[in-house]
C-alpha cells in the first residue's frame, strides 16, 4: 500500500503565502501524475492542480497566477506554493499520486490550510 502524506497547512492571513508538500513511500515515475485537491467545508472536492512527468501543468481558474505545482522526482515529492492567499481558499487540501501503469491512485489524508485575519 503507498503511502501519501501532505504537511505544510496551517493558519494563515489574507494575502499571506504558504507551502505544502506531499510525500510518496513509492517512487514516482516519470509517467505518473501527481496533483493538489481541496475540499471546503459544506463543498465537493475540487481539482487545485496537477503536474505530469513531463512537468505539464493544469491549473484551476481560480488558483492560476497565485498557486504554483512542482515536483521532485528524486524524493517522490510534490509541493504546492501558494500566494496571495484569500479566505476562499480556506480548505483541507489533498495530494493525489496516480500509478498509471498499474492504474492506482493514492491520496493522503490531507492538510488544513486556513485563511484568516
Known amino acids: 500500500q503507498v503511502q501519501v502524506m501532505e504537511s505544510g497547512g496551517g493558519l494563515v492571513q489574507p494575502g499571506g503565502s504558504l507551502r505544502l508538500s506531499c510525500a510518496a513511500s513509492?517512487?514516482?515515475?516519470?509517467?505518473?501524475?501527481m496533483g493538489w485537491y481541496r475540499q471546503a467545508p459544506g463543498k465537493e472536492r475540487e481539482l487545485v492542480a496537477t503536474?505530469?512527468?513531463?512537468?505539464?501543468?493544469n491549473y484551476a481558474e481560480s488558483v492560476k497566477g497565485r498557486f504554483t505545482i512542482s515536483r521532485e522526482i528524486a524524493k517522490n515529492r510534490v509541493y504546492l506554493q501558494m500566494s496571495s492567499l484569500k479566505p476562499e481558499d480556506t480548505a483541507v487540501y489533498y495530494c493525489?499520486?496516480?500509478?498509471?501503469?498499474?492504474?492506482?491512485?493514492?491520496w493522503g489524508k490531507g492538510t488544513l490550510v486556513t485563511v484568516s485575519s
Open positions: 493525489k499520486i496516480s500509478y498509471r501503469l498499474v492504474g492506482m491512485d493514492y
Open positions: 513509492e517512487r514516482i515515475g516519470s509517467i505518473d501524475v
Open positions: 503536474i505530469t512527468g513531463g512537468s505539464s501543468t
